[in-house]
Antibody, heavy 123, light 113 residues
């Protein structure tokens, strides 16, 4: 059974950098059948896709955040990470990591999700 | 960006009755070369991450009860719960993966009447 366990700082000040890591168990980030993605959900609101990365470090980012987002993958540790720079209160959300299914060579839907990590930005 | 609009925002259905959630995309998510609609449905219960229910608009994920079904094509899609159970109380989201950025509907809250 695939499990995604995520962690990172929960309280940030404006202008700081958000950093989250997601460890994969029961599967490998090196698999060519999957990408590894991040999605966030502001309190009481809907879901926003942030981006995704494959085992080679190839990324797709949401253009709305592209200048601030960096994703990385560490195949030796079987985990992947999200950095979001220059955070503001608008970045307060539950951040989820997820496995992205790649049936035809492109990343599509999310079949396994991490438990979520609440990140609050406040001065 | 493809905008996904769900309706209604919330609905309440009696136990054992049918619940229907609609999702409309601002442009077609049907890819003619493989005859597939690039649409998924998720269920999110309070305090939990979303759970994949349906992909390719109508393919049920392994382990999902068969009372959940997806239909539609092009720009109009429907998630149907044929006989609502207490454990189905949740918010349901549609998501398109036809183009980047992937986008979700705003969610539909399903409750018991």
């Amino acid at each position: 059974q695939v499990q995604l366990q995520q962690w990172g700082a929960g309280l940030l000040k404006p202008s700081e950098t958000l950093s989250l890591t997601c460890a994969v168990s029961g599967g490998s980030v090196s698999s060519s059948n999957y990408y590894w993605g991040w999605i966030r959900q502001p309190p009481g609101k809907g879901l926003e896709w942030l981006g995704e990365i494959n085992q080679y470090g190839l990324t797709n980012y949401n253009p709305s955040l592209k200048s601030r987002v960096t994703m990385s993958v560490d195949t030796s540790k079987n985990h992947f990470s999200l950095n979001l720079s220059s955070v503001t209160a608008a970045d307060t959300a539950v951040y989820y990591c997820a496995r992205v299914v790649v049936p035809f060579g492109e990343a599509y839907y999310f079949d396994y999700w991490g438990q979520g990590a609440l990140v609050a930005v406040s001065s | 960006d493809i905008v996904m609009t769900q309706s209604p925002d919330s609905l309440a259905v009696s136990l054992g009755e049918r619940a229907t959630v609609n999702c409309k995309s601002s442009q077609s998510v049907f890819y003619s070369s493989n005859n597939k609609n690039y649409l998924a449905w998720y269920q999110q219960k309070p305090g939990q991450p979303p759970k994949l229910l349906i992909y390719w608009a109508s393919t049920r994920e392994s382990g999902v009860p068969d009372r959940f079904s997806g239909s539609g094509s092009g720009t109009d899609f429907t998630l149907t719960i044929s006989s609502l159970q207490a454990e189905d109380v949740a918010v349901y989201y549609c998501q398109q993966y036809y183009s980047t950025p992937k986008t979700f509907g705003q969610g539909t809250k399903v409750d018991i009447k």
